[in-house]
Structures are given as structure tokens and as C-alpha cells.
């Protein structure tokens, strides 16, 4: 989809979509209960549609009524004598989750999806199945595992992905013995680790933190809850940054006691706008491209903890660097840091590129508002926020769809 923004201002108040990180933990916890749980205010992103498709994969029953889901939850520990097949896409979230689960029954689960998907670092798991004799053959579009997972200790390193943590914190409940996840430091990422904590208390599972050791016993049982998905920091954030490009737009519909590492962009973005150019995002890589938008807006800024940018949707890191490029502004991207130097924006003379990246063509859109210009591949927003366009014409940004002039 091609997508021209004209210079224009968002004016007004706009509320902050559902969590996609809360949808996923809260979909899987249900998705693993006997009884049937609710889970309100969902947004059918790609990528929660991916979750909602591997839960029906593992058996459990699934109704959508508009924004809510009833979830009959399955015992994926229970033997069928098939294979189950989960269509994972192109969600990371999914995938990560998903894998210690297809290790509960013993028997053979293939995880599907994209070739993309399927290059992002799943050695933690595949280190744990070497350990516990558990079958784990990764291809092009598929991985395939057979085995059981057991009780124990499990160190993981905790400057990779927490998606591998959390993954393991919905498995280990349901094993037959105790477990500890030992977190190796430093640490990135624990805001979504206590998301993950967080869900599991709202359905019985009990896990004791004790700084990087999180405790766990086996043999426990998800209990069926009425839960609601909170807004999301993340997404919001976009919106927010519009008011550093001329913008005036007000965001409601955000829990200020959320556990949401991404609630940080409100300091953030104060603090480059202030010229406080040096920024640690090593809690918060998926704010990466917003605050590379809003530092090429407000004259530049450096940040460091941006490894793990390499390995999201795009290389996030270079792509901005690409895109920012159109706009007039230097991006320099080293191992762990990115510096954004900007004397101002000027309109693009060629088609920015979405990456297939939602986060990308989201960052380029606050800063088109201001520019005016193209971007090409904008359907990537359908992977956590289908209505993104739409808000923003709601908001009063003039904008129109086309296809890609590629296709």
C-alpha cells in the first residue's frame, strides 16, 4: 500500500489502542485455563490473530465477539497422537511463546512462518532441547520440535531477546517438577518480563521473584479469568510525538500504573527535545524508531543499547538510517549505538520504504506530517495497528491511499 501524507496538523484527542504485548500474555494464559476466561478490549492485529490461531491449533475454543474473546482454554500437555501445526507468521512474540508450550505434550509440533521469522535467534530453546534430548529442526518457513520439557534450572543470558524468559515462565508452571529461570546480567528488557508476571498472577500461576531468580512450581493449574487488555504505550507514543512536529493531540485511555517499559517515551521525548542527547533504550528497543523520528525532528540525539534492533521486523537501526537519509538527515549506526544528527527536515524527493516494518512506517508518518511524502509498503501497520491511517485522518491529517507504484 502507498500512502501520501500532505503537511498538515493532527489536532484533537485520541485514544490509545489495546496492548498488543498485554493481547499475546493474556490470550495465552487464557488459552491454557479449563474454564472459559474473557478478555476484553482487543485489537485484531497480525500479529494477535497469529496467537489467537496457535491457541485454536493446541485445542483450545476461541469466540470472537467484537473486541472480546471467549477462551475455552486446552491442556497442551494432554497426548492426541497427531501433529499440531501453528501458523505463527510473522510474529516473534508468538513464535518464542509458543515453542516451550509445543514441548509440554511430548509429541510433534511444527511452528510455521515467514522466512524472516524463521532467521530470528532461537538458540535458547534449541540449546534447552539439546540438554533435554527434545527434538528441534529449524528450516526456511518452519520449526519443528518433539520432546518434553522437565522441571529444573534454566540460566539465560538477559541481554537477549525476553520473549525467550516469558516463553518458559507460560511452559514451566505446567511441567511436573519445580523450576528457577536463573537471568544472567545485564539485564534488557525486564518491563516485559514483569508484563509476563504480571498476566500470569491474573490467572493463578504463582511465580516468587527474587531479584534475577524467578521461582516456580510445577504442577500448577491456570485458573479462568475476566480480564481487560490496558492501552498501549507503545503505539501511543506515535501519536504523542505528532506535538513535536506542530502537532496538538492528546492521548487518553493509558493506565499510569502499567508495568509497560515503553510508558518511558513521555521522559524520553522531554529529554531530546531539552537536548539531553544520550538515551539507554536498552529497556525499550521498539521505541527505537519513534525516538530516531523525534531526534531528526528536534535536532538530533544519541543512543546506545540498539543491538537488538538488528533482529525486530526489520534491522531497524539501518532502516531509519535509509529513510531518515531522504529526509536530509545523517544516521550513523555502530554495534550497540546510534547517533541522529539533524539540522532540520526537509520533504523527501523520492518514496520513503515501510521495510515491512509497522514501527518504521509509523516513525515516518509523524514525520511526513510535517514534511509531506510517500511511503510505500504502509501495510505493515496491519501488524499492530490496523487503523493507524485512519486515526490519523480522524485527527485531521490529509492523507491518501494507492497501491505501490511497484505492484
Known sequence: MRVEIHPSSARGTVTAPPSKSMAHRLLICAGLCYGESVIRDLAYS????????????LGADIRLDGSTAYVKGADVRRQTGGTATLPCNECGSTLRFFTP?????GERHILTGSEYLMRRPMSV??????????AFEKTGDSLTVCGKLGGGIYKVRGDISS????????????????SEIHI???????PYIDLTVDALRRFGIEIVENGNIYSIKGGQSYIAADVTVEGDYSNA?????????????TVKGLNPDSKQGDKIYKILFKKIKSGDILIDISDCPDLG???FAVAAACGGARFTGTRRLRIKESDRADAMRRELSKLGVSVEVGENEVAVRSVGLRKPSEPLYGHNDHR??????VLLTATGGVIEGAEAVNKSFPDFFDRLKDLGVELEYGMDQSV
Open 46 to 57: 497480525d500479529d494477535v490473530k497469529a496467537t489467537v490461531d496457535c491457541l485454536r491449533a
Open 101 to 105: 508450550l509445543c514441548m509440554l505434550s
Open 125 to 134: 530453546y534449541e540449546d534447552i532441547a539439546l540438554e533435554q534430548d527434545i
Open 163 to 178: 520473549q525467550f524468559i516469558s516463553g518458559l515462565m507460560f511452559a514451566l508452571p505446567l511441567t511436573d517438577g519445580d
Open 184 to 190: 544472567l546480567p545485564p539485564v534488557e528488557s525486564r
Open 237 to 249: 507514543a506515535f501519536f504523542e510525538a505528532l506535538n513535536l512536529v506542530g502537532s496538538d493531540v
Open 289 to 291: 524508531p519513534i525516538l
Open 360 to 365: 518504521i512506517v509509523m516513525a515516518l508518518s
